[in-house]
């Protein structure tokens, strides 16, 4: 996907009140935000619009040219925010606002032209890199929008290179994306104002596994090498104190704040059933070091016994392997589901 002013404005042009704006009259109010004499605005510069011109900007057929070219004079941003305000989201179905936003983020997600080629520009008018801005957890509707419109418009963005993506914009590309994040955002309509309940959970997630050494714990412990069980006696107290406090930790913080209402979203569940296979790997890992622990008694050796205690110690470490390898999966799945680029568990 690539961000540029045909996919950005086919993004809202989706979202628009269709029975009480047109479609050129939408988009001639969107340009003329930036470029009151801009030529997308009709030969007159009116509300109505260059129909066919809107056309092919919206489909990424042709560059946006500014009326004035380099010497364009350009509004600030905060009256460009004001404007959008005014002109431009009483025509957008306000319940459609939460999914703007968050299509928006998708796009820029996947547009690695971003890093490769406008790092700096994107910076420039969004006050952070890419990942810094995916980052985030709350979106003033007016002030993101408005921040996309100047660096489509005149970030020198190509809008061609949209060609081939705006094709799969439509209502339900919107409604898609939006269906991945079902009960993970609060949208505020008082303040214009989107919360990533999603970002936030994770954020406070990434912090525990840090603060509680727990990242370590499961990247420098693997299950099935004697080592590290040598390793895990003189720990054991420790880790499990750790695990113990992590756990604590994330039901005070993330699992009664962020309680389902009116039910779970993804990244809630993950974190959930996160901290479920962490205690039962911390569990077999205890009974392990246990096992281990135990020697055979009596005046004469119990084979009989050992083999016993030795099939345990096989079974609890195959059942260890197997909450190690679900900790790890479970991760991966939470970092998928993000915006923003986490890096591997290893």
């Excluded at 925010?81 to 820029?108: H, R, T, W």
Aim: proline share 3%; glycine share 4%.
């Amino acid at each position: 996907m690539r961000l540029c002013f045909g996919t950005f404005a086919s993004i809202l042009n989706c979202c628009r009140q269709e029975n009480i704006i047109t479609q050129a009259s939408f988009i001639s109010k969107l340009v003329g935000i930036v470029d009151s004499k801009s030529r997308y605005r009709g030969y007159d510069h009116s509300l109505s619009g260059d129909g066919p011109s809107i056309k092919k900007l919206l489909s990424c057929e042709i560059n946006f040219v500014l009326s004035g070219g380099k010497d364009t004079k350009i509004p600030c941003q905060d009256t460009i925010i004001k404007n959008f305000q005014a002109n431009i989201v009483p025509y957008i179905d306000e319940d459609k606002n939460a999914g703007i936003i968050i299509s928006l983020l998708s796009i820029i997600q996947n547009d690695d032209s971003i890093d490769l080629e406008k790092r700096e520009t994107f910076k420039k008018y969004f006050g952070f890199d890419k990942q810094q801005l995916l980052h985030q957890s709350k979106f003033i509707f007016s002030d993101f929008l408005s921040r996309i419109l100047l660096y489509t418009i005149c970030g020198k963005i190509d809008n061609r290179i949209g060609k081939e993506y705006v094709k799969l914009i439509n209502k339900n590309y919107i409604s898609d994306i939006i269906h991945l994040y079902n009960y993970e955002y609060q949208w505020n309509q008082s303040t214009q104002t989107l919360t990533l309940s999603f970002v936030e959970m994770f954020n406070i997630f990434s912090i525990a596994l840090r603060d509680y050494s727990i990242k370590y714990f499961i990247t420098e412990f693997t299950p099935l090498i004697s080592a590290d069980l040598l390793w895990t006696r003189t720990h054991n107290r420790e880790l499990m104190t750790q695990c113990r406090n992590f756990c604590e930790f994330i039901n005070a913080n993330i699992i009664i704040p962020f309680g389902p209402d009116p039910k779970p979203g993804i990244t809630y569940t993950k974190i959930h059933q996160f901290t479920e296979a962490l205690v039962r790997y911390a569990s077999d890992l205890s009974m392990s070091y246990s096992l281990e622990c135990i020697t055979p008694r009596g005046d004469i050796f119990n084979v009989f016994s050992f083999e016993k205690q030795e099939n345990s110690i096989k079974y609890n470490l195959m059942q260890m392997e197997k909450s190690h390898k679900e900790l790890i999966t479970i991760y991966q799945e939470l970092c998928d589901h993000m915006f923003f680029s986490v890096g591997p568990l290893f």
